[in-house]
């Protein structure tokens, strides 16, 4: 049989997580699977026919070490999925501004290499809003994600000075979408349609995230959202084993809030047919 690697973390005991769903399908196919802490030094990479990165959810702390691995991947015999090519545009939220060029619809944002309370602040009045958003362009799970008033950001601003000193980061306005109806996922194995979720935060929070409290229901996405995300793909500068593209509307139509190709959960648990298809879009480019 083939020899698959998982690439994820050392532990992932605060973490919901579904890709157990594929070890069976995939070892009917003629592959096994063995799930491999990317922070591990001593793995000869080459007895592995394939390694797809997957829950390595901690890798926004050491994204160095994080690249040196994958590019300790790269240069062995194992095929890495998705690419280094695509790892390397997609690691920086700053690819976002690559799909607006292209004419692809984002959510508003302004991009910050260091700190200004007083540049911050204009942020209110640009976007005609009363709350902002602030991220790294480097992140997963929400780490260091901030949703804030005028008045809480002056009197965070110390904190936020020092969380974001050495990280480039970017300012959205707070979208009562994201509230009021949710951010929706669209879910595609080699190029092709596999389902959708919707995410809605937890009461009182805005996080979506399942670690946050946010709560899952399955949908069958619009015309718009499908075509959206079509030329989300389109626009990719390489073919992926899989993508998640997150979307919220926006002023009534969608607004791609990211496209996750790094480590996306892939909620296998939402549809019963996704493990198989990711297993055939496995077997397909792999």
Request: net charge negative; charged share 25%; glycine share 4%.
């Amino acid at each position: 049989m083939k020899h698959c690697a998982f690439l994820s973390m050392d532990s992932l005991e605060d973490f919901f997580h579904h890709d157990q769903m594929l070890y069976e399908p995939l070892k009917v196919a003629g592959w096994l699977v063995e799930e491999v802490s990317w922070r591990k030094t001593d793995v000869d990479w080459n007895v592995y026919d394939v390694v797809v990165i997957r829950t390595a959810w901690d890798y926004q702390d050491d994204v160095e070490d994080f690249m040196a691995c994958l590019q300790r991947i790269e240069a062995s015999s194992a095929k890495l999925q998705n690419s280094l090519k695509i790892v390397e545009w997609n690691i920086s939220k700053s690819y976002l501004k690559d799909l607006q060029n292209q004419g692809i619809n984002i959510v508003p944002t302004l991009w910050f290499d260091s700190f200004s309370l007083a540049e911050l602040q204009l942020g209110f009045s640009h976007f005609n809003t009363s709350e902002i958003v602030l991220k790294p362009l480097v992140s997963a799970n929400a780490d260091h994600t901030y949703r804030m008033t005028a008045e809480v950001l002056e009197e965070q601003s110390d904190l936020l000075k020092t969380v974001f000193s050495e990280r480039e980061f970017m300012l959205q306005p707070f979208l009562n979408g994201i509230i009021e109806e949710g951010e929706y996922s669209l879910f595609y194995f080699a190029g092709q349609y596999s389902h959708s979720i919707l995410k809605q935060p937890g009461l009182g929070d805005f996080r979506v995230q399942e670690e946050h409290g946010g709560q899952l229901k399955s949908i069958q996405p619009c015309e718009e959202m499908l075509t959206t995300a079509r030329h989300c793909l389109a626009a990719l500068p390489a073919d992926v084993l899989y993508a998640r593209i997150d979307l919220v509307r926006h002023k009534s139509e969608f607004a791609v809030i990211e496209i996750e190709l790094i480590e996306p959960s892939l909620y296998f648990n939402m549809d019963a047919e996704s493990p198989q298809r990711f297993v055939d879009a496995f077997i397909e480019m792999c």
